[in-house]
């Protein structure tokens, strides 16, 4: 049974920093693509950051330089570093683990809130 189980959302002041995780289990973490997406209220869910099996990053362009994605396969874990939070960067943050465009699995999101 494979799980992505997102932690580390939550409220933090404009200005300030969080550091999402996604831990996996029951897939080999190692061959696959792992990415963070996210939806605000009210909108689409739009692509954060990927990195792929061989740590090749990507990230949305208006977030590249605040937002850091990294992976440790040792522990199954995708990690998302976000700094100088704003409000716009408020919504539910969600890990995504991929294979191929058909074989793809999702976390059920960690809620991120930036508010004073």
């Known amino acids: 049974q494979v799980q992505l189980v997102e932690s580390g959302g939550g409220l933090v002041q404009p200005g300030g920093s969080l550091r999402l995780s996604c831990a996996a289990s029951?897939?080999?973490?190692?061959?696959?693509?792992m990415g963070w997406y996210r939806q605000a209220p009210g909108k689409q869910r739009e692509l954060v950051a990927t990195?792929?099996?061989?740590?090749?990053?990507n990230y949305a362009g208006s977030l590249k330089g605040r937002f850091t994605i990294s992976r440790d396969n040792a522990k199954n874990t995708v990690y998302l570093q976000m700094n100088s939070l704003n409000a716009e960067d408020t919504a539910v943050y969600y890990c995504?683990?991929?294979?191929?465009?058909?074989?793809?699995?999702w976390g059920q999101g960690t809620q991120v809130t930036v508010s004073s």
């Open positions: 990195i792929t099996n061989v740590g090749s990053t």
């Open positions: 029951g897939i080999i973490f190692r061959l696959y693509q």
């Open positions: 995504r683990a991929t294979y191929t465009s058909d074989y793809y699995y």
